[in-house]
């Protein structure tokens, strides 16, 4: 027997390109900013206010402003246009390329696999995550594991910044720790080290209530991914025209 | 408020269709359902259609509303402009029967390759014992209604009908799931998700989560749980390492 012969690639009538549209110049935008911020290689120090964007951190080669290598400058210059991001971009690239929702929002938005519900996608055939390249997606926690670092190491740096005095720059290192804070925790892998790999929860009580937690968390995992991302872009934005000269910090307490 | 709807509804069989126009009545508080049951009392008295409770609760309704996949009796006809023509598809996934009757059967083959629960084998039916929140993930799952749109959805078999042989489909990863996480089943059911249903070929768009008319969340709930449960079995040397240190099995 036969499917129904219907040509039409789809007969939704709403305006189902729109959301895979924003999607894609959402992600696009931001990986023009943070490619260029990435190679720029400056403004991502305020040596009087002690802060550091967390595109830059930690700062970890020998061409790092040495205050701002707060962990050591553990390799040598890098040769030609390579920047100190370029060590621990893969690592958050990394998380949020194998997050479960941003494989959601590239595959509709950059793949078009599909790019809506109910709308045929226009490959000829389909593996999905069964095969090279893409089962490497298990690897996710793994780089949960190397986020849940860098999230320690940007605590830190906030924290250390509040040594200077108090200004709108701390509050938004603060908000941008807290933000990132939020998506790393919501993050599926973390839900299910948490407890969601355990079969009976009433011998667990402690991992049980980790667990909760993190489903409610869990449950805004796609806005927390939005908000976190325009929130670094938005703090390095903000770091950088502070240390560039563009603008003074608005200081509270000094 | 009564007016004249505009209609267009698939009719045909496997041998070729198309879409036909009609124009119906439409009363307030009606849904999709009653506007195919009033085109077969006046116009259109050879039309097939699969329904039976009306109430969102048996699943055989299933179709397709101006593309997107719903239950006919869940739609109401409230949420449509007065001007609008409402186009009523069959499921695309399924073989077609006839107009809006699709045959499923792709379902029960696939229900069928799921192991069924497997209790400890000292354990009697009667004297199964287990706590609330051990067994309330599973019962999330048992809301299913199988209407099967998950299925249809899905764009691993609707649009790569090659796939239907090695993917189970998000109704049935969830069913594996649901016995996965069940307090009380014993079967060893994450290696058969990747290598026997195929969970591997999900890449949790999340279509099956959207269309879900018991607002089941199969993708946050079963099958992203299911493909880390995987992912601790055959791709994390850690955990391989520390089953292995602590004889754990």
Not at chain 1, 220 to 246: E, K, N, P
Not at chain 2, 30 to 48: F, G, N
Request: charged share 20%.
């Amino acid at each position: 027997m036969a499917r129904a012969e219907i040509a039409a690639r789809t007969l939704r009538t709403d305006r189902w390109w729109l959301p895979p549209l924003t999607t894609f110049a959402g992600l696009l935008l931001i990986s023009i900013y943070a490619a260029f911020r990435t190679f720029q290689g400056d403004y991502y120090w305020v040596d009087q206010y002690h802060y550091l964007t967390p595109m830059y951190s930690p700062c970890l080669t020998e061409e790092c402003v040495p205050a701002a290598s707060h962990f050591g400058q553990w390799f040598p210059a890098l040769p030609g246009f390579l920047t100190p991001p370029v060590i621990i971009i893969p690592f958050l690239l990394g998380f949020r390329i194998t997050c479960y929702y941003y494989r959601k929002a590239y595959y509709r938005a950059a793949w078009a696999s599909p790019p809506a519900c109910a709308v045929a996608e226009p490959h000829n055939k389909y593996t999905g995550e069964t095969r090279f390249p893409l089962i490497a997606q298990n690897l996710h926690r793994y780089f949960f594991y190397a986020a849940s670092v860098l999230l320690l190491i940007n605590i830190y740096d906030a924290v250390l910044a509040f040594g200077t005095g108090l200004g709108l720059g701390n509050i938004i290192l603060l908000v941008n720790v807290g933000l990132l804070g939020a998506y790393t925790l919501s993050c599926h892998s973390c839900r299910h080290i948490a407890g969601g790999r355990l079969k009976h929860f009433s011998k667990h009580p402690v991992r049980y209530w980790a667990w909760t937690q993190i489903s409610k968390l869990n449950n805004r995992h796609m806005q927390l991914a939005w908000a976190s991302l325009i929130f670094v872009c938005l703090t390095d934005l903000y770091v950088a025209l502070v240390a560039s000269g563009t603008i003074s910090d608005l200081r509270f307490i000094d | 408020m009564t007016y004249q709807g505009r209609f267009r509804v698939w009719r045909g069989d496997d041998a070729g269709g198309a879409l036909e126009d009609f124009t119906v009545e439409v009363n307030e508080g009606e849904v999709v359902l009653d506007i195919i049951h009033r085109l077969q009392a006046t116009q259109a008295p050879d039309l097939a259609v699969r329904w039976n409770c009306k109430a969102g609760k048996c699943g055989s309704c299933s179709a397709e509303i101006n593309g997107r996949p719903r239950l006919l009796c869940m739609t109401r006809m409230s949420i449509f402009e007065e001007s609008e023509t409402i186009t009523v598809t069959p499921m695309r996934t399924f073989p077609i029967i006839r107009d809006l009757v699709t045959d499923v059967s792709f379902n029960y083959t696939k229900a069928r390759e799921v192991p069924s629960f497997a209790p400890p084998a000292d354990l009697a039916p009667g004297e199964y014992r287990m706590q609330q929140v051990d067994v309330e993930r599973s019962q999330e799952f048992r809301k299913c209604i199988e209407c099967f749109l998950c299925q249809n959805t899905c764009h691993v078999v609707r649009d790569h009908e090659e796939n239907k042989e090695a993917f189970a489909g998000p109704r049935f990863l969830m069913r594996v799931a649901e016995l996965e996480m069940h307090p009380l089943d014993t079967a060893d059911r994450v290696d058969q998700a990747q290598d026997e249903h195929g969970l591997g070929y999900c890449n949790i768009t999340k279509c099956c989560s959207e269309v879900c008319p018991e607002h089941i969340h199969i993708t946050d709930n079963a099958l992203i749980p299911m493909k880390e449960r995987v992912a601790d079995r055959k791709y994390d040397p850690i955990v391989w390492l520390g089953n292995k240190l602590f004889k754990r099995s």
